[in-house]
């Protein structure tokens, strides 16, 4: 029998925090967050909860001020609502917000699947049929510096280097946001030659190269070096199907596209159209845990694997139950830096840092119900710089 519950109150609290030697790029304004020695840029982080008729409440750790800006444009229509009409509520929601980005519906959703996964006692993998109990993960790096971090390819190898000794069975380079061109084939060269065959190595400029010639370069030295994807490399934003599927046509590493293609229907497109050989989705961008599985099932049916961004506990439950996915973003990572999360989880989650592998270089899979974690209210609270309740 259908559960009676509504959503009686949503909460979103903010608070800050100072990550010891991680800076904003000052250098080249790329806004890229880089090693910095100092005391650390700080960031404003949220909390959202959803209350319910059950006494039950769901909570999610993330999103951003535009995020929840956003979502109080459809909050009323969530207050009364049944939470467990995931379907119902990303339909509706994803046409009120035609005109957006839509961004703000992934923290509202993942926070849906918590509520449901402690009605049902489970954890959310095991809502969608999952059945890996942790994933491989690679190493994700912070971007390029000029700061005496991660400054030259000789320091991007020594850290590949130390994540393939540590276990690490992938390293994924982010470079610097400007050039020389060479210093980013360089370095592509050199990380490979350090750590042998054996590790797969991936590349992401994020959008940095100026121009389709720049990436072209590079991806020869990605094909030259044997990666294993090279990730929305030039200025067109990652969104250039024609562009993607040109560069497909060019070299023969292969290209992994979506990050900035919001929801299901595009990225399906990116495929179809050729632009792309790994799909790309992340549950608090794309329309949360519900469109994130959309994109998974969509790229299987299309015999497509589809790679999740970023890290967290709704990343490491999809991941769990999908088939069709090779590697967990852990990151970003520096040899000399942590985190710029705050260390918000009590139980449950062995957080983002370079140290939370294990031997087989894999991270766990939250297992209590929900999305398995609770969260250190006193440090929150401690760092608290905003709360806004509906209604
Ligand atoms: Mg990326």
Redesign the pocket.
């Known amino acids: 029998m259908a559960h009676p519950i509504k959503i009686t109150r949503i909460d979103v609290h903010e608070f800050q925090w100072q990550s010891p030697n991680i800076g904003v790029d000052d250098y080249y304004n790329s806004f890229n967050a880089v090693y910095q020695p100092g005391p650390g840029a700080r960031h404003t982080s949220y909390i959202l909860q959803i209350h319910t008729s059950a006494g039950i409440t769901g909570e999610f750790a993330g999103g951003s001020s535009t995020d929840y800006a956003q979502m109080a444009m459809f909050v009323d229509y969530l207050i009364g609502r049944n939470p467990l009409e995931r379907e119902l509520i990303y339909n509706d929601v994803k046409r009120a917000l035609r005109k957006l980005d839509r961004m703000s519906m992934g923290p509202v959703d993942i926070a849906l699947w918590d509520i449901a996964g402690k009605l049902y006692d489970a954890p959310v993998y095991e809502l969608l049929g999952g059945y890996k109990r942790s994933v491989p993960a690679y190493a994700s790096t912070y971007h390029g510096d000029e700061n005496g971090g991660l400054n030259t390819p000789e320091a991007f190898a020594d850290f590949a280097e130390q994540c393939k000794d540590m276990g690490y069975r992938a390293f994924k380079i ?1 470079g610097w946001s400007h050039g020389p061109i060479q210093r980013e084939v360089a370095n592509v060269l050199a990380v490979r030659q350090r750590v042998g065959s054996q590790m797969d190595l991936m590349l ?1 400029p ?1 959008c940095e190269y100026e121009t389709f010639g720049d990436a072209l370069k590079v991806g020869r030295a990605c094909d030259e070096a044997d990666f294993f994807w090279y ?2 490399p030039f200025k067109d934003g ?1 969104i250039s199907m024609v562009a993607h599927r040109k560069l497909r046509q060019l070299i023969k590493t292969p290209i ?1 596209m979506g ?1 900035h293609l919001r929801t299901l229907e595009p990225k399906v497109d990116a495929a179809v159209l050729d632009a792309c050989d790994f799909l ?1 989705v992340n549950p608090t961008y794309d329309l949360g845990i519900t469109g994130a599985m959309k994109v998974a099932h969509a790229a299987e049916g299309l015999g497509l694997d589809v790679e999740i ?1 970023a890290p967290g506990p709704a990343q490491r439950h999809c991941m769990a139950a999908i088939r069709n996915t090779n590697y967990y973003e852990l990151g970003l990572l520096h040899p000399l830096a942590g985190s710029t999360s705050a260390p918000i989880y009590a139980e449950g989650y062995n957080g983002d840092n370079l140290d939370s592998i294990d031997a087989n270089g894999h991270v766990p899979v939250p297992d209590g119900p929900g999305l398995g974690v609770t969260y250190n209210w006193d440090l929150i609270e401690a760092n608290r710089t905003g709360r806004k309740s509906y209604p």
């Open positions: 982010h992401d994020a990730e929305d990652g992994l990050e790309r961004h």
